[in-house]
């Protein structure tokens, strides 16, 4: 366990250093320089000018190790498009807890929804319910979200108008608007996360289902219930919380389409903006960021797992 | 004959669900982590979802591979006026904000979608096998650098790895394929290596080791057939999410340009006047999720087909 740990951190460590590395050489990829991408026809003295300021005609080794050490004082750089007014932990700070609320509802949503469907369909199999939810579970992982999304736009806001289909307002402001705000966002990302919890939980509780040991908790008569409960949730939940753990990974870094779709302020937006402004400083914070994120969160949920499981450890 | 043999009729009948024998297969499940428990003779039953998956991709290939020759108007010129509703005739499905007729923005639309799930899911197979094969013939050095370079990819959540590469590159059918098939890698290095670590304990591995067989050969001709047909299989489960990939990419303005179509493109360019004119953004969103179903449902029946089990889907 500890062999594994260890040899884990190292590669985390490696893997890490290898994005970073790879997001400094992003800004020497740019063709010309960034100075076109941001201030549109500029003088080439110009562009050698900023070049020098921003320590681009520095070779790569300087610029990875500027950046680096810099990293690690807690600053990563000034973003660009804002004429270096506006430090990239700054940017990131005002937006990573709207994702973050996002995210942490549709993972709940998904979560309350996605448990009961899967015991009722695989105490079932093959019933009405079964077929139903695994059909329209496969029919939901086909639509990605700008998909969902505007059909749900389309129906809600536009055709109903129940709800805004855009303009966030922030938590600090109005709970009741932020609420408002956020349904149709976070009902867009559980079509997306739901039915992959569906269909993982309902697989593990149906293989598990066909094991002794439930049918010999059925004929000492405990009611059926408290099986599916506590013999047969219980261990069918550990791929559940790898799944959960990879998904909210997604929610965190990969909700840019969700956020662009509906206009929330949040680091995918960002991310978003960045791209389209040629903002490399702040791109490189965000990818650094989620990596890490990312990365931290994998190996917990798979530590996570073999503690759950100790089957996995042997191999 | 007669005499002996039994009439049907009087066979005594069975009441086979008491025997806990499943009478019916599953329906196909999508992506199912842990496949449905079925035999190796046991065929996936050809249901009704499967004819009409089969049907929608085998038109939409077609419409894809001969658009030049279909009697459809041009995808880039503007035929009518900006927004028209859609009515029958040649504007069947309306025209879009600029007035380009919709249908054949769709069909031109289905020819990117192809071009590029295609071309990425074959150069990630390809190049993910080879390197899947060298680090479990070599092991070591090797091995731990394919190790590495699946781990620096893993650790970037996919769309933000792609927009990271968008920020530097211009989009191009060859720039789109290759950053695509770059995030599908790691998946295709797994595969193929779990399947060949599997067999280069082999007898027939070792045999053709003790020939004396070059590394070349065994590679090619000993691994390479026996990991091919989980690649495959690995292959149609990734196809449809190279296609949800590349409309996602799409939507972003960061994949194809314009004015090449593209359906992802279609439905951001909708969306703007999702209130006035809904067709625009409902009628692409509508096939694109038709269009990945119907891929899910054949990949599906590939896998069941092939009866992997060994093959993580993720």
């Known amino acids: ?315 | 004959m007669d005499g002996i043999m039994p009439d049907k009729a009087r066979e005594p009948k069975i009441d086979m669900s008491a025997f806990n024998v499943q009478k019916h297969r599953r329906a196909p499940r999508v992506l199912g982590l842990s496949a449905p428990v079925a035999s190796r003779r046991m065929r996936p039953r050809r249901s009704l979802t499967l004819i009409l998956a089969t049907t929608w991709v085998a038109f939409a290939l077609l419409l894809a591979i001969t658009a030049n020759w279909l009697p459809i108007r041009s995808p880039i010129v503007p035929i009518g006026a900006s927004n028209a509703p859609p009515h029958w005739g040649s504007q069947f499905l309306g025209l879009d904000v600029v007035g380009r007729s919709m249908v054949s923005r769709i069909v031109y639309g289905a020819r990117t979608s192809y071009v590029i799930a295609i071309g990425t899911t074959a150069i990630a197979l390809c190049v993910g096998c080879l390197i899947g094969l060298l680090a479990v013939y070599f092991r070591g050095v090797v091995n731990f650098f394919a190790d590495l370079l699946a781990n620096v990819i893993l650790s970037i959540p996919g769309l933000l790895l792609l927009i990271t590469i968008a920020s530097v590159v211009t989009p191009s059918y060859e720039e789109v394929i290759g950053a695509i098939s770059l995030v599908l890698l790691p998946g295709f290095i797994r595969v193929s290596r779990s399947i060949a670590l599997a067999q280069i304990e082999g007898l027939y591995v070792v045999a053709a080791h003790g020939l004396g067989a070059s590394p070349a050969r065994i590679i090619t001709r000993e691994l390479l057939p026996n990991t091919l047909v989980a690649l495959i299989t690995y292959a149609g489960i990734v196809l449809p999410s190279v296609m949800l990939t590349e409309g996602g990419l799409s939507y972003l303005g960061l994949g194809i340009p314009p004015p090449a179509s593209s359906w992802g493109e279609m439905i951001a360019l909708g969306q703007a006047d999702l209130a006035q004119a809904p067709w625009q953004a409902i009628i692409p969103s509508i096939i694109f999720a038709v269009n990945v179903f119907a891929l899910f449902i054949l990949a599906d029946w590939l896998r069941a087909r092939l009866d992997l089990k060994g093959v993580d889907v993720q």
């Not at chain 1, 804002?82 to 973050?100: H, N």
């Not at chain 1, 013999?231 to 956020?259: M, N």
């Open chain 1, 1 to 315: 366990m500890l062999r594994f740990v260890v040899s884990r951190l190292g590669l985390i460590v490696l893997a890490m250093l290898l994005v970073t590395f790879c997001t400094t050489l992003l800004a020497g990829l740019i063709p010309g320089s960034p100075a076109f991408a941001i201030y549109g026809e500029v003088p080439l003295s110009f562009a050698r000018a900023w070049n020098k300021s921003h320590g681009l005609d520095n070779s790569i080794w300087v610029q990875y190790w500027h950046w680096l050490s810099n990293a690690f004082h807690g600053n990563l750089g000034t973003s660009w498009a804002s004429d270096g007014t506006e430090s990239v932990s700054f940017l990131m700070g005002q937006r990573i807890p709207v994702t973050v609320e996002i995210a942490v509802v549709a993972m709940v949503v998904s979560l309350v929804i996605a448990i009961p469907v899967a015991l009722v369909a695989a105490s079932r199999q093959n019933g009405i319910i079964d077929r139903f939810v695994t059909g329209v579970a496969s029919i939901w992982s086909a639509s990605p979200p700008f998909v969902s999304g505007v059909i749900l736009v389309a129906l809600v806001a536009d055709h109903w108008r129940l709800l805004p289909s855009e303009g966030f307002v922030s938590i600090g402001t109005s709970l009741g608007q932020n609420l408002e705000g956020i349904v149709l966002p976070v009902i867009t990302l559980v079509f997306v996360v739901a039915p992959f919890f569906i269909r993982v939980l309902q697989g593990d509780l149906v293989s598990i289902l066909n094991e002794d040991f439930v049918s010999a908790a059925r004929s000492r008569g405990i009611p059926e219930w408290y099986v599916m409960t506590r013999h047969v949730l219980r261990p069918a939940s550990a791929s559940l919380v790898t799944v959960a753990g990879l998904s909210f990974g997604y929610l965190l870094g990969g909700s840019i389409i969700v956020e662009v779709f509906y206009g929330i302020p949040g680091l995918g937006n960002l991310a978003f903006n960045a791209v389209n402004n040629k903002d490399i400083p702040v791109l490189q914070g965000i990818v650094v960021c989620v990596s890490l994120f990312f990365i931290v969160v994998n190996t917990v949920v798979e530590l996570l797992y073999r503690i759950l499981d100790p089957r996995v450890r042997i191999t």
